[in-house]
């Protein structure tokens, strides 16, 4: 159960630090740049698609490569939301108390909805592993720790019961 926490529990706490790496020191400023020069031939009447121009097609493949602020921001705060939370839940699993039960479903649920908002960022020259991989193996870490920490409080209310 801890190593498997201690294996999931990495990734999903890491998973902030990589996307950061991947997307870089700009945060969204070029984004943002991107997305107003796109408005603003938007609004002269300019079909977009139709335009020659390298800087305006440089402008659409950033908007198209680059993942929504949201994701970017809830998948890091959900990783190390969901890390801290394992944690507790291996606590109380060795204190033997029922609201185990009720955390490693949560545990579960939270790093599900880790890996299914990750963004899937394309690699860089020293970007590491892809954070959408880097999430599913938090997932499968920190899942197979709840699993365990769940059947070892159900076995330990199967011995009560047999005394």
């Known amino acids: 159960m801890v190593l498997v ?19 870089g020191s700009d945060d969204y400023s ?23 121009d390298p800087q305006v097609k440089e402008s659409l493949e950033i908007l198209e490569k680059v993942p ?17 939370l394992a944690f507790v839940m ?15 479903l949560l545990v579960i649920v939270l ?21 959408k991989t880097m999430a599913l193996i938090g997932f499968l870490g920190l899942a197979g720790s709840a699993a365990f920490a769940f059947m070892s409080y159900q076995l330990y209310l199967k011995k009560l019961s047999k005394n």
């Not at 299914?116 to 970007?127: L, M, Q, R, T």
Request: proline share 3%; aromatic share 6%; net charge positive.
């Open 5 to 23: 926490f201690l294996v999931g529990g990495t990734c999903s706490g890491l998973l902030f630090k990589n996307i950061e790496s991947r997307i």
């Open 30 to 52: 070029i984004v943002d740049k991107a997305q107003q020069q796109i408005d603003d031939l938007k609004k002269q009447g300019i079909d977009i698609t139709k335009i020659d």
């Open 68 to 84: 929504p602020k949201w994701k970017v921001d809830t998948a890091g705060i959900l990783g190390i939301a969901v890390t801290v």
């Open 90 to 104: 291996i606590v109380i699993a060795f204190m033997k108390k029922n609201a185990v039960r009720a955390v490693s």
């Open 111 to 131: 790093s599900l909805a880790m890996w299914i908002i990750a963004p899937d960022i394309e690699a860089g020259k020293y970007s590491g592993i892809n954070p």
